[in-house]
Structure formats: C-alpha cells, structure tokens
C-alpha cells in the first residue's frame, strides 16, 4: 500500500504557473505508474497527466499538452506537476494517483484504474 500527500496548490492569476507535488509513502514508489486528474465543481473527474514508473514515458490530455509537464523523482519518492499559462478554466481539485505496474502495459486515463489517491490540493486560477 502507498500514502500520497499532494501540495503546491493556490490561488494565481491566468498566466501564471504553479508546481504541485505529490509525496509517496508506504511501499516502493518505483512500483507504480502516477497520474494527476482534477475535477471543478459540479463535473466529472478528468484525467490530466501520467508518467510511467521509470519516468520514460508520458501522457497528457489534449487540454493541457504543451502547458502541463508531469515528471517523477523515485529517489525521492515524489511525482510533479509543472503548470504553466495557467487559465481560468484550469480551476479544479488536483489528486494525484498511483497505479501498481503491471509489465509493459501502456498508461491509462481511466480513473478507475488506479489504486490509491491523495486528498487533493486546490487550484484556482482568476481571470
């Protein structure tokens, strides 16, 4: 089992960046593959980012890419999330979340497919 903590939320204004953090505690954090998913007010949780366990691949949903970069520190059993040209529309409850590796599948954004979560760190971003 893993604990996550996540941190490095805020309020900015659009334009701005602001870097979250996620601390991993419990067993190997190399172990897992980590995503970062947020959800606003009144909408479904989306996926954002996910990096695999060795930190060689990434993915990115379409609304971020080029703005977000996801990135992992096994030594130091943490996982970022680099936000950049911050937009109103980023505003959202961010948790980050880890996923047992399992061989050489591919990353998923499935929200169900992960095992463990944080509790979330706010993002507000104002116009």
């Known amino acids: 089992q893993v604990q996550l903590v996540e941190s490095g939320g805020g309020l900015v204004q659009a334009g701005g960046s602001l870097r979250l953090s996620c601390a991993a505690s419990?067993?190997?954090?190399?172990?897992?593959?980590m995503g970062w998913f947020r959800q606003a007010p009144g909408k479904e949780r989306e996926f954002v980012a996910a990096?695999?366990?060795?930190?060689?691949?990434?993915a990115y949903a379409d609304s971020v890419k080029g703005r977000f970069t996801i990135s992992r520190d096994n030594a130091k059993n943490t996982a970022y999330l680099q936000m950049n040209s911050l937009k109103p529309e980023d505003t959202a409850v961010y948790s980050c979340a880890a996923r047992t590796a399992r061989g050489g599948e591919p990353l998923t954004r499935s929200p169900s497919s992960y095992d463990y979560w944080g509790q979330g760190t706010q993002v507000t971003v104002s116009s």
């Open positions: 990096i695999r366990w060795s930190g060689i691949s990434t």
């Open positions: 419990g067993r190997t954090f190399s172990s897992y593959h």
